[in-house]
């Protein structure tokens, strides 16, 4: 492997320990959680059609996402799986992104607070 390569991969593993935060993944509903990090974050992304006075566009989709350090499963992240990372702040795995090296990033929905009622979280 490139020494460059190297040097890229272990910042990517230093930016997500240092921006990660503790949470239980619940691959289907009802199963035991398994401790992992994830960086989460709202991102921006496709521009919608239309335009505002000065020209621009007019409104723009949110997405939230979650990404995953994949040395932490030992089996593949699953669509509709569930994370929870802090009273009242989980999520449902709605689509998955194709795995980048030793990351995979998940778009998800948020639960509703019923649906965190069962769902420990990270102390």
């Not at 990517?12 to 990090?37: I, M, N, Q, W």
């Not at 989709?61 to 802090?86: D, T």
């Not at 990033?105 to 769902?119: F, I």
């Amino acid at each position: 492997m490139s020494r460059i390569r190297d040097i890229k991969r272990k910042a990517r593993r230093d930016r997500h320990k240092e921006l990660s935060v503790a949470a239980y993944y619940f691959p289907v509903a009802g199963a035991a959680s398994r401790p992992c990090t994830v960086r989460t974050w709202l991102r921006v992304d496709e521009m919608t059609t239309g335009t505002d006075p000065d020209g621009g566009a007019s409104m723009a989709n949110s997405e939230e996402r979650v990404r995953f350090h994949l040395p932490e499963f030992a089996a593949p992240l699953r669509r509709g799986a569930l994370v929870s990372i802090a009273a009242g702040e989980g999520y449902r795995i709605d689509h998955l992104y194709p795995v980048d090296d030793e990351f995979q990033t998940a778009r998800v929905v948020r639960l509703s607070p019923a649906d965190m009622q069962s769902l420990p979280v990270p102390v």
